[in-house]
């Protein structure tokens, strides 16, 4: 991780990797996403189910790594890995993925933000060293503008000291800023930081996963449902599951 990357991540919360995930690879995971955006949810492998009850505007679904082996290549992104490593400040390990879909009129609403502290969701920086109990990698699959409902943020948010005085409605939030990215990049956040998305107003899909990546002792998130299967431990290869590890 680069100085200016370093600088800008502890100032901002965040940062945009260009164009780390390889054509072939998102290829690939849409043609998987295709189906589940079709499939009703009894059908799902498990462990995938819905994270919260779909609707005309949304879809989440939780534990996406486990869906198909298209998403396994996304669990060590180099460029990614190199990051999450540095502002972790120690041992860490992917703690859960899930993915989104948005259409027209589609948003999920802010939340997080540093204060007041929640344990599992922390940021704070150290004679030097950052540390990010909770590290998320947002993959969009389809290039992804403002009009598009794409990832938002209030940058800076993750050090805060006050409560916001705004709702959770991104039109309630002037402070609030639209990170737009394309198909193959990587936007980089601490769950510490106040984020959520712009509305989809374009009325095109909007397509992201989403690699979540712990401190090494943090235990699987469990809320949404959101947790490892056995069988993938026994699926991955040596140099993946040592991430999923318990550090």
Not at 122 to 146: I, W
Request: with cysteine.
């Amino acid at each position: 991780m680069d100085g200016e990357h370093k600088y800008l991540f502890d100032l901002q919360g965040f940062i945009v990797l260009k164009g780390v995930v390889p054509d072939e690879v998102v290829t690939a995971c849409n043609a998987a996403l295709d189906r589940f955006e079709q499939m009703d949810a009894s059908d799902y492998p498990p462990p995938l189910q819905l994270g919260q009850e779909r609707s005309a505007e949304n879809l989440y679904i939780s534990n996406i790594l486990e869906g198909d082996p298209v998403f396994r290549p996304l669990i060590d992104i180099p460029e990614v890995l190199d990051v999450v490593a540095e502002v972790t400040g120690g041992p860490f390990r992917l703690n859960h993925t899930y993915t989104i879909y948005r259409w027209g009129g589609g948003f999920t609403g802010l939340h997080m933000h540093g204060t007041p502290i929640i344990p599992k969701c922390q940021y704070h920086c150290r004679n030097g060293q950052m540390v990010s109990t909770l590290t998320k990698a947002v993959f969009p699959m389809l290039d992804c503008g403002e009009e598009d409902g794409c990832f938002a943020a209030i940058p800076g948010a993750h050090k805060s000291n006050f409560e916001r005085p705004w709702g959770n409605h991104p039109g309630e939030n002037p402070a609030l800023q639209g990170i737009p990215a394309a198909a193959g990049d990587a936007i980089i956040f601490t769950e510490a930081l106040t984020h959520g998305s712009l509305i989809n107003t374009s009325g095109r899909p909007r397509r992201t996963l989403y690699y979540c990546y712990s401190t090494g002792y943090m235990p699987d998130w469990g809320g949404q449902h959101l947790r490892f299967s056995e069988r993938i431990y026994q699926d991955l290869p040596d140099h993946q599951r040592e991430i999923l590890d318990l550090k």
